[in-house]
């Protein structure tokens, strides 16, 4: 139950902190972004990666690079929401389904093994906190409907249970678990690495940023 109402309230409780608190100060928002990036990337490192090989080392590698690409090409049509980008056209009035097609997918895709790898229920609700932030923040400026963007913000929320289902229920999926969660590795792995390149503005030593890093590395090799 847990892995199905976790991301769900990720997602509300993100968009209740743009309601409630009204946050205009990117500082924090960064650091938070940045502690959800490591705490994302030391989950999969820690525990989801060494689980995988373990189970099936033949084709493990070839399907992160997939999901690696994968992950670009979902990027190519989300403009890099997944990892605190929003580049849609703020003017427009028309639901954005590119927008919502591909962050669906990388839902899904995530949800799938979270069953099998309980720790890692932990790194996507840090993740999924500061993106909800961030599409809510976006959403709410621009010239969509109110309830549009709830319609958005809820269908998002549960795309993950969702691949918690699908994965509970399809045979096909429990065929092709472990190059399905290879495939996710590769998908964490770019997205994480990406929030920790682009945190680091200009390549500037930054003391809160790299506290917070740590911080997010040993808290998640404890859980």
């Known amino acids: 139950m847990p892995t199905i109402i976790s991301p769900i309230l990720a997602v509300v409780l993100g968009f209740l902190i743009v309601v ?3 946050p205009k100060k990117q500082k924090q928002l960064k650091l938070l972004l940045a502690f959800s990036g490591a705490f994302l990337l030391s989950v999969t490192v820690f525990d989801f990666l060494p689980e995988v090989y373990q189970k099936n080392n033949h084709t493990v590698g070839l399907f ?3 999901g690696i690409l994968f992950q670009i090409i979902l990027e190519f049509f989300s403009k890099g929401a997944e990892h605190g980008h929003v580049h849609a056209n703020k003017e427009t009035k028309e639901f ?3 927008l919502f097609i591909s962050l669906s997918i990388h839902s899904i ?3 799938i093994p979270i069953n099998a790898h309980h720790n890692l229920i932990y790194g996507i609700i840090i993740h999924k906190i500061p993106i909800a932030i961030i599409l809510s923040t976006f959403f709410m400026s621009s010239k969509l409907s109110t309830p549009k963007v709830v ?8 795309m993950t249970p969702l ?10 999926i429990k065929t092709y678990y472990y190059e399905l969660s290879a495939l996710v590795i590769g998908i964490f792995l770019h997205i ?4 920790l390149f682009e945190s680091n503005e200009g390549h500037k030593f930054n003391i809160a ?7 997010a590395v040993v808290i998640a090799y404890f859980i």
């Open 163 to 172: 691949g918690v289902y699908l994965s509970q229920h399809f045979e096909l």
């Open 96 to 98: 954005p389904w590119l």
């Open 192 to 195: 994480s690495t990406t929030i």
């Open 209 to 215: 940023k790299l506290s917070t890093i740590i911080l």
């Open 151 to 158: 319609s958005f913000l809820l269908l998002f929320a549960l």
């Open 20 to 22: 409630i608190l009204k």
């Open 109 to 111: 895709l995530e949800g």
């Open 64 to 66: 992160i690079m997939i």
